[in-house]
């Protein structure tokens, strides 16, 4: 999925490709949270991927709208 969203907005800046990014690191995030023994994740982490996440949905948002017009 993450390589798609890449290769389908990122690439062709549909949607700022930061949020490529963000997705990439999410994931990682998630990987060390389920199989890393000292995950070294701070509240201020999670505060940030938060914030990311609510960005991102709202600019998916405002894609959809424009392209369902």
Do not use: C, W
Not at 26 to 37: K, L, N, P
Not at 42 to 52: E, G, K, P
């Amino acid at each position: 999925m993450i390589g798609a969203y890449g290769k389908e907005f990122a690439k062709t800046k549909e949607l700022d490709p930061k949020y490529h990014r963000i997705l990439r690191a999410g994931f990682d995030a998630r990987i060390s949270g389920d199989y890393d023994v000292d995950t070294d994740i701070s509240n201020q982490l999670v505060a940030d991927m938060i914030n990311d996440a609510k960005d991102f949905l709202n600019a998916a948002k405002r894609y959809l709208k424009k392209s369902t017009i």
